[in-house]
């Protein structure tokens, strides 16, 4: 397997707008998490999917932020309008199980809002 | 309020020394602890997992202990190498695993 797969690896944008951050699953997992982490706050949890629907999103900051995962095999972070303070790498995670099954991290996606 | 705190939060080590890396919480009901291990540039990578019964757990060079009474963690890693060089992040779950605490992170700098 490919492992967690995110898209782009780099993204450079303007403050205002519009940011989508793509994520594809392992095969399998049941579980999908949207984590964002920055040297100030470290790794954050923002939302978790479990069979597509959304379970706990707590963590999402504003609603500048939405998360969708339409299909087992792909979800999307957005960000409208985008702020400088969004400067982070955001990263998403699958697990197969609940409880103790480990996470498998994707490579992140570093978002630059100037 | 569930918290993870690590220490120290950075260190440096000559290639070949031990290191131990610490990690307190304060997480309740207890479920369980990972260590991760984190390259610059890259997604964590799971090192260890204990559960409240277990003391220590090893994966080659690394080494987990758990106290569950004093709710302290630590990561010792021995002979270290250049490779060793990354953030390492311990995670808390709660029973149940609705709460997922992250720590800071230590960051190690292992010199040649």
């Known amino acids: 397997d490919a492992g967690v797969i995110q898209s782009p690896r780099h993204e450079v944008t303007e403050m205002g707008q519009e940011v989508t951050l793509r994520c594809k699953p392992i095969s399998g997992h049941d579980y999908l998490f949207w984590y964002r982490q920055t040297m100030m706050r470290g790794l954050e949890l923002l939302i978790y999917?479990?069979?597509?629907?959304?379970?706990?999103d707590s963590g999402m900051p504003e609603d500048r932020f939405s998360a969708k995962m339409p299909n087992a095999s792909f979800s999307t972070l957005k960000i409208q309008p985008s702020e400088p303070r969004d400067s982070a790498v955001y990263f998403c995670?699958?697990?197969?199980?609940?409880?103790?099954?480990?996470?498998?991290f994707g490579p992140g996606t570093r978002l630059t809002v100037t | 309020k569930n918290q993870v705190e690590q220490s120290p939060q950075s260190l440096i080590i000559l290639e070949g020394k031990n290191c131990t890396l610490q990690c307190n919480y304060t997480v309740s009901p207890f479920s369980n602890l990972r260590w991760y291990k984190q390259d610059t540039g890259r997604g964590p990578v799971s090192l260890t997992i204990m559960t409240f019964s277990e003391n220590t757990k090893s994966n080659g060079r690394y080494t987990a202990t758990l106290d569950a009474d004093t709710k302290q963690s630590s990561l010792h890693i021995t002979a270290s190498q250049l490779s060793d060089s990354a953030s390492y992040i311990c995670?808390?779950?709660?029973?149940?695993?609705?709460?997922?605490?992250f720590g800071a992170g230590t960051r190690l700098f292992v010199k040649a």
């Open positions: 995670a699958s697990r197969k199980l609940a409880g103790a099954d480990e996470q498998y």
């Open positions: 999917f479990n069979n597509n629907v959304p379970i706990d």
């Open positions: 995670v808390v779950r709660d029973t149940g695993g609705f709460k997922t605490i």
